[in-house]
């Protein structure tokens, strides 16, 4: 299996080349292929409107994904229709948020920061409330109730995919869940302003030794 990865994530695996071989973007790629890895170049937005609309359209997309999982006959859900596209759909919505908190980190325009940090909100709210799409829940469950043998890998995202149910409080009555859901959404929204405050501190710290 060929796995993605950023390309700001994955330099590191040309430590084993020498820094004279490496010299365009096609001897990165070389390098990650003998990593069985596949390297993109991460395509940045370059307005405050356009990290909105790639948030807006990340959710609109992963909405789909999430219904068309959801519509599932019970029937004929596998493993590959349930748990590894709810795992596809994770891993591109990680992306977009990730190149979302590095703007609201990094950029240098206010403006640019602060569209950022709405869209990881947006985000960070979405991707809470995938846990409580109880349509996908029972196409996900209807896969773990036919007692799959899987092993390694595949055994592992099962499990850990119905545990992050349970943890997420799927099991508790429906008032207790929604509790449990806008608590996760308010510590999330809690967990950007903190590293955001962080970022735009301008107060001067005085060491004296």
């Known amino acids: 299996m060929n796995f993605r990865y950023s390309l700001l ?11 004279e071989d490496l010299k365009s973007i096609d001897s990165f790629r070389d390098a990650g292929a003998k ?6 170049i991460p395509d940045w937005q370059q307005t405050p409107e356009a990290v909105e609309a790639s948030a807006k359209e990340t959710i609109k997309k992963g909405n ?3 219904d068309a999982v959801g519509k599932l006959d019970p029937k004929k859900v596998t493993l590959q ?4 596209a709810l795992d596809d759909l994770a891993y591109e919505v ?3 948020a990730n190149k979302a908190t590095i703007i609201k ?7 640019m920061r602060a569209a950022a940090e709405n869209a990881v909100k947006a985000l960070n709210d979405w991707f809470v409330g995938i846990d409580y799409r109880e349509d ?6 209807a896969f773990a109730d036919t007692n799959p043998q899987l092993t390694g890998e595949d055994k592992k995202l099962l499990d850990e995919t ?28 809690f967990g950007t302003d903190f590293s955001s405050n962080i970022a735009n501190a301008k107060r001067a710290v005085v060491f004296t030794k």
């Open 9 to 19: 994530l994955i330099l590191g695996l040309a430590i084993g080349a020498r820094a």
């Open 35 to 40: 990593a069985n890895a596949q390297l993109t």
């Open 64 to 66: 789909a994904a999430l």
């Open 81 to 84: 229709n349930t748990v590894v």
């Open 94 to 96: 990680n992306n977009v």
């Open 105 to 111: 980190e990094a950029n240098t325009d206010p403006k």
């Open 136 to 141: 996908v829940y029972k196409s996900i469950k």
């Open 162 to 189: 119905m545990r992050d149910y349970r943890r997420a409080g799927l099991a508790l009555p429906p008032a207790k869940r929604k509790e449990v859901e806008q608590l996760r959404k308010q510590l999330a929204r």
